[in-house]
């Protein structure tokens, strides 16, 4: 018999399942809607990113099939190529005045905007000073661009200070964090963080992927919420949670956008998103703009659900967005905390090592401005029931 050189691979996969991290894909039967079907059982979901229920939204679908009817399913090549359509280069304006910055560069994902952007402006002659927290995309961008990667601890301010302050004055160095952080829910220290970066000529960057929809005036992002607007360099957002369909962006001065048509390596060697998406997101700018209620629906469930965690006693940790975890330790007992939710009807992932720390393993949900309170009192009554059963309570 030939010998399997992806043996290793089993060998890995068994050492997953003993350490009880082992996890299968649960898969969705119907919409993205607060409450589906979820390997065959009803559930409330508070697992998705869709804060907004813009994935099913009625002016969203019919954009994207009158894209389809009228342009195609796909763009045929690269931007730099023959892939560019005029609705690419709406979405781009649209995205541009909604942000209030020159110019916009659409990537096909989040992940490839930040790992594109960071890698196509960094030489290996820079440094990036990055937050300990920030999203594995912004880190790879980083690994990819081969500068020298400083990282502060979490919103340790002082501590990226010091880091700037003790590199040579004419190195170029990018300080870049989340403007939301993905798995604990709690919001970066972008005004201080611009202060430092102002201080010591640093090229400043957000990633704003669960702020964009959310957080500012009509979900135009934390720099929108601060008041920053003009002192971020470089913000990303991203068009695959709230917006509702697939993709992220950078906005920033036009020669920044040019740079990224140039040199962005996902711009310039993968096929850009079919009509279908452009025109969605088009339609989620229109609704961001006109139907801010939706945002403020989306923050009365998040204040009534975290509020409802911290009464049960839940350590959720410290969440100020619609993202609370449910911090429980170990990872084998959030996972069969996440279980044993799914069982009840629940469906809130279970997130363990390497996502988070290893003694932080947690049970994260994600409400939505879709979820009516009944769902979200289901929700809690299941959580309380559980977090008594399994001890955590
Ligand atoms: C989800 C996420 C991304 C990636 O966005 P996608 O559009 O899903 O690729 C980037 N950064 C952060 C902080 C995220 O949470």
């Known amino acids: 018999m030939r010998h399997d050189p992806l043996g290793y691979l089993a060998t890995e996969l068994d050492s997953i399942k003993q350490q009880g991290l082992y996890r299968r894909l649960r898969i969705l039967e119907g919409e993205q809607k607060p409450k589906t079907t979820v390997d065959h059982r009803q559930v409330v979901n508070l697992s998705s990113n869709?804060?907004?229920?813009?994935?099913?939204?009625?002016?969203?679908?019919?954009?994207?099939?009158?894209?389809?009817?009228?342009?195609?399913?796909?763009?045929?090549?690269?931007?730099?190529?023959?892939?560019?359509?005029?609705?690419?280069m709406e979405l781009e304006r649209r995205l541009a005045a909604f942000k209030k910055t020159e110019a916009v560069v659409v990537f096909?994902?989040?992940?490839?905007?930040?790992?594109?952007?960071?890698?196509?402006?960094?030489?290996?002659?820079?440094v990036v000073v990055s937050d300990e927290l920030n999203h594995?995309?912004?880190?790879?961008?980083?690994?990819?661009?081969?500068?020298?990667?400083?990282?502060?601890p979490h919103k340790d301010v002082d501590a990226a200070r010091?880091?700037?302050?003790?590199l040579p004055a004419g190195q170029r160095k990018l300080l870049i964090t989340d403007g939301v952080f993905s798995m604990d829910g709690d919001v970066g220290a972008v005004p201080e963080l611009c202060a430092v970066a102002e201080e010591y000529g640093c090229i400043m960057m957000v990633d704003d992927a669960h702020a964009s929809g959310v957080f500012g005036r009509n979900g135009r992002?934390?720099?929108?919420?601060?008041g920053m607007h003009g002192r971020v360099d470089v913000q990303v957002g991203t068009l695959s949670k709230a917006i509702g369909a697939l993709g992220g962006y950078v906005a920033g001065s036009r020669a920044l956008i040019e740079f990224l048509y140039h040199r962005a390596r996902p711009f310039l060697f993968s096929t850009s998103h079919p009509p279908a998406v452009a025109a969605a997101c088009i339609a989620a700018v229109d609704v961001l703009e006109q139907e801010p209620q939706i945002i403020e629906r989306?923050?009365?469930?998040t204040r009534f659900f975290k509020a409802g965690l911290q009464a049960l006693g839940f350590n959720t940790g410290l969440s100020?967005?619609?993202?609370?975890?449910?911090?429980?330790?170990?990872?084998?007992?959030?996972m069969k905390l996440s279980d044993r939710l799914f069982d009840e009807g629940v469906f809130a992932q279970g997130i363990a090592f390497p996502?988070?720390?290893?003694?932080?393993?947690?049970?994260?949900?994600?409400v939505t401005a879709t979820h009516t309170r009944d769902e979200l009192q289901f929700a809690l009554d299941v959580f309380g029931k559980v977090g008594r059963e399994l001890g955590i309570l």
């Open 162 to 166: 010091r880091i700037v302050r003790d």
């Open 136 to 152: 594995a995309s912004i880190i790879d961008g980083s690994r990819l661009s081969r500068a020298t990667i400083k990282v502060f």
């Open 50 to 88: 869709n804060y907004l229920g813009l994935t099913t939204h009625p002016r969203l679908r019919e954009a994207a099939l009158e894209a389809t009817r009228t342009l195609g399913v796909g763009s045929g090549s690269v931007r730099t190529i023959a892939g560019t359509m005029d609705i690419h």
């Open 221 to 226: 992002g934390t720099i929108d919420h601060f």
């Open 298 to 301: 989306l923050w009365e469930n």
């Open 108 to 126: 096909q994902s989040g992940f490839a905007a930040n790992a594109g952007t960071v890698a196509a402006v960094l030489t290996k002659d820079d």
């Open 355 to 366: 996502t988070v720390a290893r003694d932080k393993a947690r049970v994260r949900t994600i």
């Open 320 to 334: 100020e967005s619609p993202i609370t975890p449910v911090i429980a330790g170990e990872g084998s007992l959030a």
